[in-house]
Protein backbone atom coordinates (compact mmCIF):
# COMPACT_ATOMS: atom_id res chain seq x y z
CA UNK A 1 0.00 0.00 0.00
CA UNK A 2 1.21 3.67 -0.55
CA UNK A 3 2.75 5.24 2.93
CA UNK A 4 0.13 6.25 4.94
CA UNK A 5 -0.04 10.13 5.76
CA UNK A 6 1.11 9.83 9.58
CA UNK A 7 -0.42 12.99 11.53
CA UNK A 8 1.80 14.50 14.90
CA UNK A 9 0.95 13.71 18.31
CA UNK A 10 -1.31 16.27 19.97
CA UNK A 11 -0.01 16.98 23.69
CA UNK A 12 -2.82 16.54 26.34
CA UNK A 13 -5.03 15.00 23.39
CA UNK A 14 -3.08 11.88 21.45
CA UNK A 15 0.08 10.29 21.20
CA UNK A 16 1.17 8.26 17.96
CA UNK A 17 3.88 6.35 17.83
CA UNK A 18 5.08 4.30 14.89
CA UNK A 19 6.85 1.13 14.40
CA UNK A 20 8.60 0.92 11.27
CA UNK A 21 9.24 -2.34 9.82
CA UNK A 22 11.88 -1.69 6.44
CA UNK A 23 10.64 -2.77 3.45
CA UNK A 24 7.19 -3.74 4.26
CA UNK A 25 4.06 -2.38 2.63
CA UNK A 26 1.98 -3.61 5.19
CA UNK A 27 0.25 -1.11 7.93
CA UNK A 28 -1.63 -2.24 11.79
CA UNK A 29 -3.28 0.88 12.83
CA UNK A 30 -3.99 -0.04 17.01
CA UNK A 31 -6.65 2.73 18.48
CA UNK A 32 -6.46 2.86 22.34
CA UNK A 33 -9.33 5.50 23.04
CA UNK A 34 -8.87 4.96 26.70
CA UNK A 35 -5.17 5.39 26.90
CA UNK A 36 -5.21 7.85 29.55
CA UNK A 37 -4.10 5.92 32.22
CA UNK A 38 -1.54 7.81 33.96
CA UNK A 39 -2.63 9.95 37.32
CA UNK A 40 -0.71 12.66 35.36
CA UNK A 41 -3.52 12.24 32.01
CA UNK A 42 -5.82 12.98 34.68
CA UNK A 43 -4.39 15.77 36.79
CA UNK A 44 -3.56 17.66 33.86
CA UNK A 45 -7.68 17.90 33.07
CA UNK A 46 -8.61 17.95 35.83
CA UNK A 47 -6.58 21.02 37.26
CA UNK A 48 -8.77 23.22 33.84
CA UNK A 49 -12.22 22.10 35.26
CA UNK A 50 -14.47 24.77 36.98
CA UNK A 51 -17.18 22.37 37.43
CA UNK A 52 -17.32 21.29 41.31
CA UNK A 53 -16.09 17.51 40.52
CA UNK A 54 -16.82 15.35 43.15
CA UNK A 55 -14.63 14.70 45.77
CA UNK A 56 -12.13 11.61 45.21
CA UNK A 57 -12.53 11.39 41.62
CA UNK A 58 -9.43 9.97 40.85
CA UNK A 59 -10.63 6.33 42.46
CA UNK A 60 -13.55 6.51 39.39
CA UNK A 61 -10.57 7.12 37.12
CA UNK A 62 -8.21 4.73 38.17
CA UNK A 63 -11.22 1.83 38.37
CA UNK A 64 -12.70 3.33 35.08
CA UNK A 65 -9.36 3.40 32.62
CA UNK A 66 -8.33 1.21 30.24
CA UNK A 67 -4.87 0.05 32.16
CA UNK A 68 -2.44 -2.89 30.47
CA UNK A 69 -4.00 -1.31 27.09
CA UNK A 70 -1.08 0.96 26.29
CA UNK A 71 1.38 -1.66 27.21
CA UNK A 72 -0.46 -4.24 25.44
CA UNK A 73 -0.13 -2.14 22.18
CA UNK A 74 3.48 -1.20 22.08
CA UNK A 75 3.78 -5.16 23.01
CA UNK A 76 2.48 -5.71 19.47
CA UNK A 77 3.88 -2.78 17.56
CA UNK A 78 7.77 -4.04 19.21
CA UNK A 79 6.89 -7.72 17.70
CA UNK A 80 5.24 -6.80 14.33
CA UNK A 81 7.59 -4.22 13.77
CA UNK A 82 10.38 -6.61 13.95
CA UNK A 83 8.21 -9.21 11.50
CA UNK A 84 7.72 -6.91 8.47
CA UNK A 85 4.74 -4.84 9.80
CA UNK A 86 4.33 -1.73 10.32
CA UNK A 87 2.66 -0.42 12.88
CA UNK A 88 0.85 3.09 14.14
CA UNK A 89 -0.66 3.56 17.72
CA UNK A 90 -2.65 6.44 18.41
CA UNK A 91 -2.82 6.52 22.39
CA UNK A 92 -5.91 8.86 23.20
CA UNK A 93 -4.42 10.82 26.64
CA UNK A 94 -8.02 12.50 27.19
CA UNK A 95 -9.56 10.52 30.27
CA UNK A 96 -12.70 9.35 29.78
CA UNK A 97 -13.81 10.57 33.59
CA UNK A 98 -14.50 13.94 31.56
CA UNK A 99 -15.17 12.92 28.49
CA UNK A 100 -15.38 9.69 26.63
CA UNK A 101 -13.41 9.44 22.97
CA UNK A 102 -15.16 6.15 22.24
CA UNK A 103 -18.56 7.91 22.41
CA UNK A 104 -20.34 9.96 20.25
CA UNK A 105 -20.79 13.35 21.13
CA UNK A 106 -23.92 14.02 23.40
CA UNK A 107 -25.32 10.18 23.96
CA UNK A 108 -26.38 9.25 27.28
CA UNK A 109 -25.32 6.34 29.04
CA UNK A 110 -27.59 2.96 28.97
CA UNK A 111 -27.03 -1.02 27.55
CA UNK A 112 -24.12 -0.96 30.34
CA UNK A 113 -22.35 1.60 28.50
CA UNK A 114 -21.73 5.12 29.96
CA UNK A 115 -22.20 8.35 28.26
CA UNK A 116 -20.12 10.73 26.00
CA UNK A 117 -20.03 13.05 29.13
CA UNK A 118 -20.44 12.93 33.04
CA UNK A 119 -23.21 15.22 33.95
CA UNK A 120 -21.00 16.57 36.95
CA UNK A 121 -19.46 18.08 34.00
CA UNK A 122 -21.94 21.35 34.59
CA UNK A 123 -19.53 24.15 33.36
CA UNK A 124 -20.27 25.50 30.10
CA UNK A 125 -16.61 26.52 29.44
CA UNK A 126 -15.48 23.03 30.52
CA UNK A 127 -18.09 20.85 28.40
CA UNK A 128 -16.80 23.29 25.41
CA UNK A 129 -13.29 22.85 26.01
CA UNK A 130 -13.78 18.85 26.85
CA UNK A 131 -15.76 19.07 23.15
CA UNK A 132 -12.69 20.74 21.89
CA UNK A 133 -10.51 17.83 22.83
CA UNK A 134 -12.62 15.37 21.82
CA UNK A 135 -12.87 16.58 18.10
CA UNK A 136 -9.34 16.90 17.91
CA UNK A 137 -8.37 13.53 18.58
CA UNK A 138 -10.84 12.59 15.96
CA UNK A 139 -9.08 14.49 13.85
CA UNK A 140 -5.99 12.48 13.93
CA UNK A 141 -7.49 8.94 14.25
CA UNK A 142 -9.97 9.53 11.54
CA UNK A 143 -6.86 10.68 9.38
CA UNK A 144 -5.23 7.43 10.37
CA UNK A 145 -8.19 4.77 9.84
CA UNK A 146 -8.42 6.79 6.56
CA UNK A 147 -4.74 6.42 5.88
CA UNK A 148 -4.12 2.80 7.14
CA UNK A 149 -7.70 1.00 5.40
CA UNK A 150 -8.34 2.82 2.99
CA UNK A 151 -6.40 -0.57 0.92
CA UNK A 152 -7.97 -4.31 1.43
CA UNK A 153 -4.11 -4.60 2.94
CA UNK A 154 -4.22 -2.70 5.97
CA UNK A 155 -6.17 -3.30 9.24
CA UNK A 156 -7.35 -1.45 12.71
CA UNK A 157 -7.32 -2.86 16.11
CA UNK A 158 -9.34 -1.09 18.64
CA UNK A 159 -7.74 -1.90 21.90
CA UNK A 160 -9.34 -1.58 25.36
CA UNK A 161 -9.16 -3.60 29.10
CA UNK A 162 -11.64 -3.71 31.40
CA UNK A 163 -12.60 -4.84 34.92
CA UNK A 164 -12.50 -7.87 36.25
CA UNK A 165 -16.27 -8.28 37.01
CA UNK A 166 -19.45 -6.77 35.70
CA UNK A 167 -19.72 -4.21 38.90
CA UNK A 168 -23.46 -3.48 38.31
CA UNK A 169 -23.49 0.47 37.96
CA UNK A 170 -24.48 2.71 34.78
CA UNK A 171 -24.98 5.83 35.96
CA UNK A 172 -22.06 8.32 36.39
CA UNK A 173 -23.19 10.85 38.10
CA UNK A 174 -21.76 13.25 41.63
CA UNK A 175 -22.36 10.22 43.44
CA UNK A 176 -20.19 7.73 41.51
CA UNK A 177 -17.58 7.74 43.75
CA UNK A 178 -19.98 6.75 46.78
CA UNK A 179 -21.15 4.14 44.07
CA UNK A 180 -18.57 2.38 43.48
CA UNK A 181 -16.62 2.24 47.07
CA UNK A 182 -19.87 0.57 47.89
CA UNK A 183 -19.75 -2.04 44.82
CA UNK A 184 -16.10 -3.38 45.89
CA UNK A 185 -16.87 -3.91 49.12
CA UNK A 186 -15.29 -7.21 49.49
CA UNK A 187 -18.51 -9.08 50.70
CA UNK A 188 -20.54 -7.12 47.80
CA UNK A 189 -17.52 -7.13 45.47
CA UNK A 190 -17.66 -11.48 45.53
CA UNK A 191 -21.57 -11.21 43.90
CA UNK A 192 -20.85 -9.37 40.95
CA UNK A 193 -19.90 -11.59 37.72
CA UNK A 194 -16.58 -12.47 36.57
CA UNK A 195 -15.62 -11.15 33.23
CA UNK A 196 -13.43 -13.81 30.79
CA UNK A 197 -9.95 -13.12 29.71
CA UNK A 198 -10.27 -11.74 26.55
CA UNK A 199 -13.82 -10.53 25.02
CA UNK A 200 -14.09 -9.16 21.24
CA UNK A 201 -16.63 -6.77 20.28
CA UNK A 202 -17.64 -7.95 17.19
CA UNK A 203 -21.26 -7.95 16.71
CA UNK A 204 -24.39 -5.85 17.48
CA UNK A 205 -26.95 -6.80 19.41
CA UNK A 206 -29.44 -8.21 16.93
CA UNK A 207 -26.59 -9.57 14.96
CA UNK A 208 -26.96 -7.49 12.28
CA UNK A 209 -23.58 -6.19 11.74
CA UNK A 210 -20.58 -8.51 12.70
CA UNK A 211 -17.10 -6.70 11.13
CA UNK A 212 -14.41 -8.93 10.07
CA UNK A 213 -15.86 -12.31 10.70
CA UNK A 214 -12.84 -14.39 9.40
CA UNK A 215 -10.83 -11.77 11.64
CA UNK A 216 -12.76 -12.77 14.97
CA UNK A 217 -13.22 -16.47 14.04
CA UNK A 218 -8.92 -16.49 14.02
CA UNK A 219 -8.22 -14.82 17.06
CA UNK A 220 -10.92 -17.01 18.86
CA UNK A 221 -9.10 -19.80 17.78
CA UNK A 222 -5.82 -18.77 18.54
CA UNK A 223 -6.75 -17.81 22.29
CA UNK A 224 -8.38 -21.08 22.84
CA UNK A 225 -4.72 -22.69 21.13
CA UNK A 226 -2.94 -20.85 23.88
CA UNK A 227 -5.45 -21.95 26.64
CA UNK A 228 -6.83 -18.32 27.14
CA UNK A 229 -10.74 -18.13 27.11
CA UNK A 230 -11.92 -15.28 24.82
CA UNK A 231 -15.57 -14.72 24.18
CA UNK A 232 -17.43 -13.02 21.47
CA UNK A 233 -19.87 -10.48 22.51
CA UNK A 234 -19.73 -12.09 26.33
CA UNK A 235 -19.46 -8.43 27.80
CA UNK A 236 -20.66 -5.57 25.45
CA UNK A 237 -21.67 -5.59 21.97
CA UNK A 238 -21.20 -3.02 19.19
CA UNK A 239 -23.21 -0.39 19.98
CA UNK A 240 -24.02 3.17 17.29
CA UNK A 241 -22.84 5.46 20.39
CA UNK A 242 -19.66 4.38 20.32
CA UNK A 243 -17.05 6.16 18.09
CA UNK A 244 -15.15 2.46 17.62
CA UNK A 245 -18.65 1.40 15.65
CA UNK A 246 -18.51 4.48 13.50
CA UNK A 247 -14.79 3.24 12.29
CA UNK A 248 -15.89 -0.58 11.87
CA UNK A 249 -19.36 0.29 10.05
CA UNK A 250 -16.61 2.54 7.26
CA UNK A 251 -13.93 -0.53 7.22
CA UNK A 252 -16.26 -3.21 7.91
CA UNK A 253 -13.67 -6.00 7.25
CA UNK A 254 -10.56 -4.81 8.67
CA UNK A 255 -11.56 -3.45 12.04
CA UNK A 256 -11.15 -5.68 15.12
CA UNK A 257 -12.71 -4.56 18.87
CA UNK A 258 -10.78 -6.17 21.46
CA UNK A 259 -11.44 -5.67 25.52
CA UNK A 260 -8.10 -7.45 27.49
CA UNK A 261 -9.26 -8.37 31.66
CA UNK A 262 -7.33 -6.09 33.80
CA UNK A 263 -7.25 -8.43 36.43
CA UNK A 264 -5.23 -10.38 34.40
CA UNK A 265 -2.63 -7.99 33.04
CA UNK A 266 -2.18 -5.99 36.40
CA UNK A 267 0.19 -7.34 39.04
CA UNK A 268 -1.77 -6.36 41.36
CA UNK A 269 -5.30 -5.23 39.86
CA UNK A 270 -6.04 -1.81 42.18
CA UNK A 271 -9.34 -0.75 41.83
CA UNK A 272 -8.45 3.11 43.76
CA UNK A 273 -5.00 3.16 42.27
CA UNK A 274 -2.01 2.64 40.09
CA UNK A 275 -1.87 -0.73 39.20
CA UNK A 276 1.73 -2.16 37.89
CA UNK A 277 1.16 -3.59 35.06
CA UNK A 278 3.15 -6.94 34.10
CA UNK A 279 4.79 -7.20 30.95
CA UNK A 280 4.40 -10.91 31.04
CA UNK A 281 0.67 -11.27 31.67
CA UNK A 282 0.35 -8.49 28.83
CA UNK A 283 2.42 -10.78 26.28
CA UNK A 284 0.88 -13.95 27.21
CA UNK A 285 -2.73 -12.26 26.69
CA UNK A 286 -2.26 -10.33 23.10
CA UNK A 287 0.23 -12.73 21.42
CA UNK A 288 -1.99 -14.90 19.99
CA UNK A 289 -3.86 -11.98 18.69
CA UNK A 290 -0.39 -10.87 17.39
CA UNK A 291 -0.03 -13.55 15.26
CA UNK A 292 -3.55 -13.30 13.75
CA UNK A 293 -2.52 -9.92 12.81
CA UNK A 294 0.84 -10.30 11.16
CA UNK A 295 -0.77 -14.03 9.47
CA UNK A 296 -3.59 -11.20 8.30
CA UNK A 297 -1.75 -8.88 7.30
CA UNK A 298 0.96 -11.15 5.33
CA UNK A 299 -2.35 -12.32 3.63
CA UNK A 300 -5.36 -10.09 3.66
CA UNK A 301 -8.30 -11.08 4.50
Not at 96 to 107: A, E, H, L, S
Request: hydrophobic share 40%.
Amino acid sequence: MPEPRIPPSIEGVVEVEVFRSAESRYWLLIEVPHGATRRSDFDAVAQKMKSQLPAQLEHFFYVNTDIGAPEGAKWIGKLLGSHRVNVVIARCLIPRTFIDTNRVIGTQSGEGLTGSMPTYITDSNDQTYLQGLHAQYHRVVDTLYNEVCRNADGLALQLHSYAPKSVGIEKVDSNIVKALHAAYEPKTYVTWPDRPAVDLICATKDGNFRPAPRLVAAAVKAWAEAGVTATENGTYHLHPVTMGMEYARAFPHQVLCVELNRGLIADPFVPFGESPISDAKVGRLVAPLARVLHSALAEPV
